[in-house]
């Protein structure tokens, strides 16, 4: 097992197969981890951190889901792992070519960057590159 | 009540001509004092002439005494002289004769005109043995008394012994022929002594004596002051034992006038200083008169400028009672606002022509005003014409103060803004709606392309895929996802097609419809639903309920609200759904007992498309999304309370 984590939160089922085997194309060193939404996520971060598991140094995140959606993950992630996800970027995956999207993105610190949909392997390594510099 | 404004008449002529007043005064006062100075100067007269007769009369009596007194000296000499002709003891009775009378200063005896007996001797010698009756000088008075027989006094004239002084001739007769003269001789000193004449107060009077010369026919004049006294005022009496006369004269002709003149100048004077005075005084009110006029005037040319403002002023002004809200006075263009004649506003207050709902606002504005803790204020409200329509005005209510700053009544403006404020109702409505239209655009646009790219960039990563496949397994997958996104993005796009139908469709049909039975129905379509979840629905609504209203929306709002109350059904207990209607408001509830929306965390998202909060798998975030598309289609609106494990109610206003 690799010891890198990439998880993606995003409702789309087909998305999701898709991105796994994008990442899986993309021989990086990054094991993936999936959420249907921000809600599920943030449990299972919440229970990760209680048993002192590490953090996933990357989350690609939508903004459109059901029940917790991308800026309602990004609130709550502020509040419940303040100081914890520091060595996590976070970025922005989503459908949405809006301006305004881009914009509220911008006003999260933690939010690394903004991609919209379709997520191809040459993305994936220029996220895996750009992390790890800053690892660096 | 005409004697009155008579009075006032007259008053203000004289008010406003001082100088005529002042003339009429001065005139007045002149005639008044000359009244009184003629009185005081006949009074002045009447005492003078008493006076100057009591004089006279007493110089009178002392010349008669004297002359009586002489009579009886000449008559007592005369009868010294005997039978023959010869006086007898003349030596001794003369002295007694001369010296018991003070009057008379030498007696003498003339046998046939010639002076022979003369006592005293002295000093009088040179009159011995004069002839009288041949002197002519003395002749002619010496035979008046001849003729006369009786005593007479010549003179005064100039004595032969020296002096000036009056002689008594009394003719003696013996045996009926003339004998001679028995004579007193009265020096005129002594006469002038002993009547009074010299002693009397020369100041006021003088005394002039006189006789008419035998000779000439002259009256002449013997004593100092000889200047004609004609035109004086002289009283006289005439003794005729001399032929003289006696006068007494006032020392001046206006010594009377002088007395009264003091008066006389005192009143003119003061007839003249009161009419100055009248004039000076009433010129001030003259004065004042003319300001008050000029005053008056410019006043009522501002009063009929302000009124014809008043009056034509294109706002409405009205002047209110401060206690009681009463109108006072109105223009035309408030009548004009509100609707009701000047008449009519008179009996009533504003009160009585206020909103009901801007009654507290303006009364709590006015009772500050009268407390003084604002000066105006000025407020938006509506008015009820006298038509019962409401109209709006712009109201500027300013306090109005006495000068000592007790507040009196208020002045208000009304503007009528009832058409702008329909055209900003409008404009506001047509804002809203635009911008509604234009969020819900925006929704929508964005709802589109993040619906159709979410299908789309699937697409795109699915054909990369196909295009590297290397196996047919692999391939295979890829189609067989392809198929799977195929489907999903065609149900997005019929969801998408039905929202923009709903969205477009704006020439609907609407129907009365039975609101009850199309509960009923909305029931039945969901029948297995219902009865798979045991949940119970109280449809409430009465049988005779009707709503004008598109049927297929209806059918489709009740369906997803009904459906959705059963679906979100709390796990621990059977839904329960109450639908129940308000005639009043218009509006339908639906509340169920479900597991609730968290109103804080997703009140927003409710009716968005898309949007689901509880992850069940059925939700698909697309029937609230119609639903509320459809209610607002209709011009109605829809409103959610709900919380959390205990359920949600819905209420649906129609139009």
Known sequence: MKNKVICIIDDDPIYQLLINKIIAMSETEYDVVSFKNGKEALESFKSDLKEDKKMPEIILLDIEMPIMDGWDFMKHIEKALSGKTEKTAIYIVSSSIAYEDREKAKTFPEIMGYFSKPIDTSKILEITKHVTKGEQ | ?655
Request: net charge neutral; with cysteine; proline share 3%.
């Open chain 2, 1 to 655: 009540m005409s004697f009155k404004r008579t009075w006032i008449k007259l008053s203000k002529w004289f008010l406003t001509r001082p100088n005529t007043t002042g003339t009429i005064v001065f005139l007045s006062l002149l005639l008044l004092l000359s009244f009184v100075v003629g009185l005081r100067y006949k009074v002045v007269k009447e005492n003078q002439q008493r006076e100057m007769s009591n004089i006279i009369n007493v110089v009178h009596q002392n010349f008669q005494q004297i002359l009586k007194n002489s009579y009886t000296t000449t008559l007592t000499l005369a009868m010294t002289i005997n039978d023959e002709g010869i006086p007898e003891d003349f030596d001794k009775i003369a002295p007694k004769l001369v010296n018991s009378n003070a009057s008379i200063d030498a007696v003498q005896l003339v046998p046939n005109g010639v002076i022979k007996y003369i006592y005293p001797y002295e000093n009088n010698e040179a009159a011995i043995n004069y002839d009288i009756l041949h002197a002519p000088t003395v002749k002619e008075e010496a035979l008046k008394s001849i003729k006369t027989k009786l005593i007479y006094f010549a003179g005064p004239l100039k004595l032969k012994q020296g002096g000036i002084g009056v002689v008594g001739r009394l003719p003696v007769y013996k045996n009926n022929k003339f004998w001679g003269f028995s004579a007193v001789i009265i020096k005129m000193n002594t006469l002038l002594e002993l009547s009074g004449i010299k002693s009397i107060d020369d100041s006021k009077y003088y005394f002039q004596f006189s006789k008419v010369n035998p000779d000439t026919g002259k009256e002449e004049f013997f004593l100092p002051k000889k200047e004609n006294f004609s035109k004086k005022f002289y009283q006289t009496v005439t003794i005729p034992d001399g032929d003289w006369k006696l006068y007494l004269i006032a020392q001046d002709k206006n010594g009377l006038i002088s007395q009264v003149t003091t008066s006389t100048v005192l009143g003119f004077l003061l007839a003249l200083i009161s009419g100055l005075w009248v004039a000076s005084i009433m010129k001030k009110p003259a004065k004042l008169q003319l300001q008050i006029y000029e005053q008056a005037k410019k006043i009522l040319h501002s009063e009929i400028e302000f009124k014809t403002l008043f009056e034509q002023a294109p706002v409405g002004i009205a002047r209110v009672e401060m206690d009681s809200g009463n109108f006072l006075a109105v223009n035309d263009e408030f009548c004009r606002i509100v609707g009701y004649d000047k008449k009519e506003l008179n009996k009533i207050n504003f009160q009585k022509i206020t909103h009901p709902d801007d009654m507290a606002q303006d009364v709590s504005y006015m009772e500050k005003l009268k407390e003084g803790s604002i000066d105006e204020f000025t407020i938006e409200k509506r008015y009820l014409h006298k038509t019962g329509k409401t109209v709006w005005g712009n109201l500027i209510v300013s306090r109005l103060s006495k000068s000592d700053g007790t507040p009196t009544n208020n002045i208000a403006i009304i503007e009528d803004i009832t058409e702008k404020k329909r055209a900003d109702e409008e404009l506001k409505q047509s804002f809203e709606i635009v911008s509604e239209q234009n969020k819900r655009l925006l929704n929508f646009s964005y709802i589109v392309s993040h619906n159709l790219r979410s299908h789309t960039s699937n697409i795109e990563t699915i054909s990369n895929f196909l295009e590297t496949a290397e196996t047919k397994d692999e391939r295979d997958e890829m189609i067989s996802l392809l198929k799977k996104v195929s489907a999903s993005l065609n149900e997005t796009m019929s969801n998408l097609n039905e929202v923009v139908s709903i969205r477009t469709n704006i020439n609907l049909t609407t129907e009365s419809l039975n609101l009850h039975d199309y509960i009923e129905k909305a029931k039945t379509v969901l029948s297995e639903q219902i009865t798979k979840k045991g949940a119970v629905i109280h449809n409430e609504v009465a049988h005779n309920i009707e709503v004008n209203y598109n049927t297929a929306y209806l059918e489709s709002i009740l369906l997803n609200f009904i459906s959705n109350a059963v679906r979100y059904s709390h796990p621990d207990r059977k839904p329960e759904i109450y639908i129940s209607y308000d005639e009043k408001a218009k509006t339908l509830k639906i509340k169920d007992n479900g597991i609730g929306i968290d109103m804080a965390k997703n009140g927003e998202k409710l009716f968005g498309m898309y949007k689901t909060f509880n992850g069940n798998p059925d939700s698909k975030g697309i029937g609230l999304f119609i639903t509320k598309s459809q209610i607002e289609a209709m011009g109605g609106r829809i409103e959610t309370e709900s919380e959390l494990n205990k359920g949600t109610s819905f209420t649906i206003y129609f139009k």
